[in-house]
C-alpha cells in the first residue's frame, strides 16, 4: 500500500516547475550540486552570516565556530562559483578580502534563514525523542 506524498501548496506559494517534473530526484540534476552548496553545513552558515553584511575572512571564521580555514575556503569558493557571493581582493599588504552576498545569494540566505531560525526555536521540541 503507498500513500501519496504530495504536497498541497496554497496558489501563492507554488512548487517550481522542475520540481513537479521531479528533475531534482534525477541523479544527474545540476541543481543537485548546488542544493548541496547551499544546504552544506557550513554553507548554510556562511550565508546566514553573510547577511549581516560584509566580512574578511578572519571574521567569518571567527564568527562560524568550529569552521577549519580550508573548509571555510572551499565553501565560500563553492558559493562564489555558484554566483551567491561576492568576493572582492583589495591591492594591499597584508591581503586584505571581503565577502559580501550578491543579489540571488541574498534570496537564497534570506529562505535558508528561515529554515535555520524554524529549527532554532524548535530545537527542544526535536531534540526531545533522542534522550
Known amino acids: ?3 501519496d506524498l504530495t504536497i498541497d501548496t496554497p496558489p501563492s506559494r507554488t512548487i517550481s516547475e522542475g520540481l513537479r517534473r521531479g528533475e ?3 541523479g544527474d540534476c545540476p541543481s ?12 548554510v552558515l556562511v550565508l546566514v552570516a553573510l547577511l549581516q553584511g560584509t566580512h574578511r575572512f578572519s571574521e567569518l571564521r571567527r564568527r562560524i565556530g568550529g569552521v577549519s580555514e580550508k573548509m571555510l575556503a572551499q565553501t565560500l569558493q ?11 581582493s583589495y591591492p594591499v599588504v597584508p591581503p586584505h578580502v571581503e565577502y ?24 527542544s521540541q526535536i531534540l526531545a525523542p533522542r534522550r
Do not use: Q, Y
Not at 78 to 88: A, N, P, T, V, W
Not at 101 to 123: C, F, H, Q
Open 78 to 88: 563553492l558559493l562564489e562559483g555558484d554566483g551567491f557571493i561576492l568576493r572582492k
Open 32 to 43: 543537485r550540486e548546488i542544493l548541496n552548496h547551499v544546504v552544506s553545513r557550513w554553507g
Open 100 to 123: 559580501s552576498l550578491t543579489p540571488s545569494g541574498i534570496e537564497v540566505a534570506k529562505r535558508v534563514a528561515s529554515l535555520v531560525d524554524w529549527i532554532e526555536e524548535n530545537a
Open 24 to 26: 531534482v530526484f534525477s
Open 1 to 3: 500500500m503507498s500513500e
